[in-house]
């Protein structure tokens, strides 16, 4: 059923190729039809290459795949990350689904967490938060971290060290008071090399201070005991908290002492509307599961191999990163659910934010092969203080997604040029084939509720497409073995005995061991 539906949707799209001003033609109220409001997001799908059929095909394939039963079992709890047998809660942090002792469980921790932000607030004694994690535990607070400074300053400075390499920590740390400064290690196994590298150093930099200006954040509770945490200061969470899904739990503690847990609740609150939208609404009002669909078709109908995510708002211009990790992370993947082959799954996900990428990648948008989709996320409300320039951001934005979809013919690029000696060389040149698709995603403002909804938006995005493709969204097999070889490196490169390797691993490893010798 699944496979069939699946072929429908390519014969199609093969059968019958969109062309977006056609569209526009035949429809005066397609803008209107194709676009949905909820959270205090408004997403256009309008310039998408779909029309009625292609929806049609698209939402067979939903109920090909049974998306509504495994959207249940998501908000149930049931155990969705079927590799590893856990259950997928995090919308149960934000207040939506889970059974009585997960609410409970969620309730105390918010509690504790929202107690401990207040008490570092009000007594004075830190003026900064270093935070170290990677990956889940370091692009979510980030991302976040940036787009809180659209509501409220920092009451205290919030760093971040997040890479191996030790300028992070050092850049981190640099000019910090280790009296004044609290160090938050954020780790779900605190076994992640990077991680436990950092804390080790931040750990020596604090010296005296270790024992009382440093907390943890752990699924593993006795792994931050023997690092040296003391019981008290360890704030958990669950193994059914993936990393990438993880910033709505006490990973965002941070968040709360440097902006206070009233802005935290406000952004929980949006993801819980989002997450109630998406568990409720009719999947052709569902702004989740439409996102997720004409992703699907752009990847599986139409052959893109790769999304472009530009954000006109420089408060969320970590947003692409963000995404990277959340999507390709999650469904990155060759081998389904059942081990068997998965197909074509998760395109490439890139970009940065606007206007920076038009003097960089818009070009190969606009007449590269073959281009991207794009996701132009902008902001309706100045947060700047300064209209002008606002007002050019988002002139911006509308046209780079109007040129995206109506391009420029040559024949026009023709008229223009008439007479001009060069014109057979330049007018191809000079043309724009146009039928780009892109959606536009119109934030209200950038308000904590307002992100909380957006990145609920995406997650839930993420999943729909994950069942559709049929993999699981809530393992990360494909970043295992990278850490072994690297562990087994590292030892060869302190002066341990040589390994196996290829011939350039080991000429690699030559080269450095030679260079630290000298």
């Known amino acids: 059923m699944r496979d069939t539906a699946f072929k429908d949707m390519q014969d199609l799209a093969a059968g019958s190729p969109l062309v977006l001003s056609d569209l526009f033609d035949k429809d005066a109220s397609r803008a209107q039809k194709l676009t949905l409001e909820q959270g205090g997001i408004i997403a256009d799908f309008s310039k998408q290459r779909v029309d009625d059929a292609a929806l049609d095909a698209l939402f067979n394939l939903a109920k090909a795949c049974d998306l509504s039963g495994w959207r249940d079992k998501l908000f149930s709890g049931a155990k969705i990350n079927t590799s590893e047998d856990r259950a997928v809660l995090h919308p149960a942090l934000r207040g939506v689904g889970g059974d009585d002792a997960v609410k409970a469980a969620v309730k105390a921790m918010r509690a504790r967490m929202r107690d401990y932000a207040d008490k570092i607030r009000s007594d004075g004694t830190f003026k900064a938060i270093v935070h170290v994690g990677i990956g889940g535990s370091d692009l979510g607070p980030r991302l976040i971290a940036d787009a809180f400074l659209a509501a409220a300053p920092q009451a205290l400075e919030l760093r971040f060290a997040e890479n191996v390499d030790g300028a992070s920590v050092n850049d981190a740390l640099d000019g910090l008071d280790p009296k004044t400064t609290l160090v938050i290690v954020v780790s779900k196994s605190f076994g992640t090399q990077e991680t436990k590298m950092n804390g080790d150093a931040a750990r020596d930099w604090l010296g005296e201070y270790g024992a009382s200006n440093m907390i943890a954040v752990s699924a593993n509770n006795e792994g931050a005991q023997a690092f040296g945490i003391a019981p008290e200061n360890i704030f958990d969470f669950w193994d059914w908290v993936g990393g990438r899904y993880s910033v709505w739990s006490a990973v965002g503690l941070s968040l709360q002492i440097a902006y206070g847990p009233k802005l935290f609740d406000e952004f929980l609150?949006?993801?819980?509307?989002?997450?109630?939208?998406?568990?409720?609404?009719?999947?052709?009002?569902?702004?989740?599961?439409?996102?997720?669909?004409?992703?699907?078709?752009?990847?599986?109908?139409?052959?893109?191999?790769?999304?472009?995510?530009?954000?006109?708002?420089?408060?969320?211009?970590?947003?692409?990163?963000?995404?990277?990790?959340?999507?390709?992370?999650?469904?990155?993947?060759?081998?389904?659910?059942?081990?068997?082959?998965?197909?074509?799954?998760?395109?490439?996900?890139?970009?940065d934010e606007g206007t920076n990428g038009q003097h960089a990648f818009f070009q190969w948008l606009h007449q590269g092969t073959p281009g991207a989709p794009v996701d132009f996320v902008a902001v309706l409300k100045d947060h700047s203080g300064r209209p002008d320039h606002h007002r050019a951001l988002l002139a911006n934005c509308f046209a780079q997604s109007e040129a995206l979809m109506v391009g420029k013919t040559e024949a026009v690029v023709r008229a223009e040029m008439k007479g001009d000696p060069d014109i057979d060389a330049l007018a191809p040149q000079k043309a724009f084939p146009g039928n780009r698709p892109s959606t536009t995603l119109l934030l209200n403002d950038l308000s904590p509720h307002t992100v909380g909804s957006l990145i609920a938006l995406y997650e839930h995005k993420t999943f729909v497409q994950g069942v559709i493709w049929g993999v699981n969204s809530f393992d990360q097999w494909g970043v295992q073995l990278g850490k072994v070889l690297a562990g087994t490196i590292l030892s060869e490169l302190a002066g341990g005995p040589a390994q196996t390797h290829d011939s350039s691993t080991a000429a690699l490893i030559k080269r450095a061991t030679q260079k630290f010798a000298d």
């Open 269 to 351: 609150a949006g993801a819980a509307d989002m997450d109630v939208h998406f568990r409720d609404a009719d999947f052709n009002q569902n702004m989740p599961v439409m996102m997720a669909l004409i992703g699907i078709w752009n990847r599986n109908a139409l052959g893109y191999g790769n999304q472009a995510v530009i954000p006109y708002a420089r408060r969320i211009r970590k947003l692409s990163a963000f995404l990277q990790q959340l999507e390709m992370e999650s469904n990155g993947k060759s081998k389904g659910r059942d081990g068997t082959d998965a197909g074509v799954t998760c395109p490439v996900i890139w970009g």
